[in-house]
């Protein structure tokens, strides 16, 4: 169906350029008159942008004066539309017998051509009257009944007619832009603005931006005081949404050769914000039309009225732009209008015979001009192509039709008070003055309730349409989405994406962006002396993530989080602690269980052969001892394995601590009765007496009361506490006994730092008694391993975290408490259980007779 209803009318578009740039085209389509009259009893001024030129020549003809004649005439018949908004209402005003009875309305049409003096020009024409030989202004010699001027589509038209109007206190409605300057009273008492405030287009155009995530966006602006504002509000705006503008282009007047400059830097952006009217866009879209500037996406706030029927080209350099236009309700009396309009309708119009003979073939007779009845059967306006001729009613022409209403009820409001003060014959035309409008144009409503002069915050709401114009002769306007500044921020601005067309080149959403975004798990960097969109990405910190694109900072994951490898979402960590199911926990756990049960062995070896000499030898009372205390400090290591709690930590030190006290003292204690017992064989000496009293009995208990006094000190003012590790292992927390008082702990492993050390020295002591009494050689070696053990231990405990600084205490105490086991006890057990036959006293007394008797000799 697409391709049946518009295809052909594409494929005629280099017919209709034919038409229009050959030389054979009639001389009457040359002639371009300024002007034309509709007939009313009252008139209203017209002065709209219709049709350009550039160069003239004055040729003299039969029937005319002279006509104009210019290879490079211009007509934008989209602007078209506002003559035929204009006659629309006008009509319907006139058929409206409750509204203006027994007058009708009429209107004069004056091009608009972009000169002050030419302006000014047909004001001061159609003040004075037509045919006239001087202009008079204000000077009316054919009697017409004026009304008011309306006037566009830029400010500077409506401003320099104002200039000249106000001078009369002539009323005058702009449907142009609104723009503030217009509203100075001092300078245009008589100018009404129509068209409503744009106050939240910049917030409209800089959400969609944020929307599709366009940070890097070029800005064009005309340059006069409204671009300037705009510039401010789009900055302001900008920057508060964190958009940069890559560069700002302000319009020239005039268009030169040197302004080549203004196309530099133009391929920065992908996307192009274009701020103006009509008049100061013309030249720039038609300089993007002839460029064929295809690959970028204009966000516009009006629509393009470019028409080139010299233009060969399928592709457009508007297809997919987006323009925010004032939502207006659709007007089907108003298409249905424009379908029944045609040349011999309206003979008084100038436009529509050129219309007629350019798009369907229609000729002049060579004698007047007039158009022939030879034209293409069913010739309408809706034939035509989109991009040349819009059917659906445009925002400014809307507003025309409201002005026209306006001036309808301020005469309906004249009329009444005359006939309440006389009585009319009827027929009778009513007399006025035309500044009598201005007090009913200030105070009367238009309808959809807009204020001329008191204007509210009304018609805040913006249609986002997007341009179709691919092919080329499409033209669709697709609405795609709107904006109200009135909703709620977060439903201010409502799209449809599914409907948006791209220009060629993009088959997704464009980019427009300084820098690639930064993905999750990088954050930004700003590069010095560059827009704040202009930016590195760097990773984030260990322990930080950013879950977002284009993050100024990462966030840190809670203690008891931990950042995945790609540094994009937090995880609880697992707790962990040395357990009994850990393969190290699980290789300490039997170690301990092992050695415990050989002490057991051990125990019951001694216990089972006690009365051996060997056993004797070895004082049995303190070898009991110090095997018992070697098993609780082989069970003792178990306190550092399984899930801590208060009672753990508590036991861990405590049980350590005192247990090894008693086993260093054990050892101190046999190591001095090993030589109290050598020395008790020379009369006279106080070593005697020790051994008869036992003295070295007693260091056990002392040592052990002084132990149990510094673990009692320790747990009354800093006991140890469960505390958790989230750094040492990733992922991970590690539950473990803190020490609480570094000082009380380094003092119980110095106690018996200083126990091993005098173990070691009494050992050292006896190292030159007899073979027969052994035992302080083993007594001093595994003192000395003991000594190495816990030495090691403290660089090795201070440079480890976690489950492997509590392992390594557990395995101090194992290896400790292993070699006092093994060193002591293992040639004993060797002796008692393989040899017994030298656990005998007879061996051992011919063993040291010998020896001595081979000292003698020696």
Known sequence: ?????????????????????????????????????????????????????????????????????????????KNYQYILSLVFAIEEINKNLNLLPNISLGFDFYNVRFTEKNILMNTCIWLTAHGQEYIIPNYNCEKKHFTAALTGTSWATSAQIGMLLQLFKF????????????????????????????????????????????????????DDHKGNKIL???????????????????????????????WENMDDTNVTIIYGDIDSLEGLMRNIAQRLLTWKVWVMNVEPHVTDYSDYFLLDSFHGSLIFSHYHRESFEFTSFIQTVNPYKYPED??????????????????????????????????????????????????IYKAIYAVAHSLHEISLQQVQKQAYKNGERITFFPWQLNRFLKDTEVRDNMSLYRRQKLNEEYDILNIWNLPKGLGLKVKIGSFSSNAPRSQQLSLSEQMVQWPEGFSEIPQSVCSVSCRPGFRKVPLEGKAVCCYNCTPCSDNEISNDTDMDQCVKCPETHYA?????????????????????????????????????????????HRNTPIVKANNRTLSYILLV?????????????????TATCVLQQTTFGIAFTIALATVLAKAITVITAFKATFPGRM????????????????CTLIQIALCGIWMATSPPFIDQDAHTEHGHIIIFCNKGSAFAFHCVLGSLCVLALGSYAMAFLSRNLPNA???????????????????????????????IMVAMEAFSILASSAALLGFIFATKCYIILLRPEKNSSNYIRDKTHYRRNKSDKI
């Open 687 to 702: 070593i005697r007496w020790l051994m008869i009293s036992r003295a070295p009995n007693y260091i056990i208990p002392i």
């Open 629 to 645: 205390t070697l098993t609780f400090c082989f069970l003792c290591s178990l306190n550092f394995i399984g899930q801590p709690n």
């Open 350 to 399: 100038i436009y529509l015979p050129k219309m007629w003979h350019l798009f369907f073939k229609c000729s002049f007779s060579d004698i007047d001009c007039h158009l022939l009845y030879n034209c293409q059967a069913n010739a309408s306006l809706d034939l035509l192509p989109r991009h040349i001729f819009d059917m659906a009613i445009s925002e400014e022409s809307n507003i």
């Open 171 to 222: 009323p005058q409605l702009s449907f142009g832009p609104y723009d503030p300057l217009l509203s100075d009273r001092s300078q245009y008492s008589s100018l009404y603005q129509m068209a409503p405030k744009d106050t939240s287009l910049t917030l409209g155009i800089v959400s969609l931006i944020v929307h599709f995530r366009w940070s890097w966006v070029g800005l064009i602006l005309p």
């Open 773 to 803: 009494f052994n035992e302080s050689k083993f007594l001093s070696f595994s003192m000395l391993v003991f000594f190495c053990v816990w030495v090691t231990f403290l660089p090795v405990y201070h440079s480890t975290k976690g489950k």
């Open 564 to 608: 995945n490898t790609d540094k994009n979402h937090c995880f609880p960590k697992t707790v962990s602690f040395l357990d009994y199911e850990d393969p190290l926990g699980m290789a300490l756990t039997s170690i301990a269980l092992c050695l415990s049960a050989l002490t057991a062995f051990v125990i019951g070896v001694f216990v089972k």
């Open 1 to 77: 169906m697409f391709s049946l209803i518009f295809i052909p009318w594409v494929l005629n578009i280099p017919k209709f350029s034919s038409n229009f740039i050959t030389t054979n085209i009639s001389e009457c389509y040359y002639i371009k008159r300024e002007y034309f009259h509709h007939e009313g009893d009252v008139v209203i001024g017209a002065f709209f942008p219709i049709h350009t030129y550039y160069t003239k020549m004055k040729v003299p003809h039969s029937f005319l004066p002279y006509y104009y004649l210019d290879n490079y005439v211009q007509y934008n018949f």
């Open 232 to 262: 401010s509000d789009f900055r302001d705006e900008t920057e508060r949404k964190r958009v940069c503008i890559a560069f700002v282009k302000m319009i020239p007047v005039i268009w030169t050769s040197h302004f080549n400059k203004f």
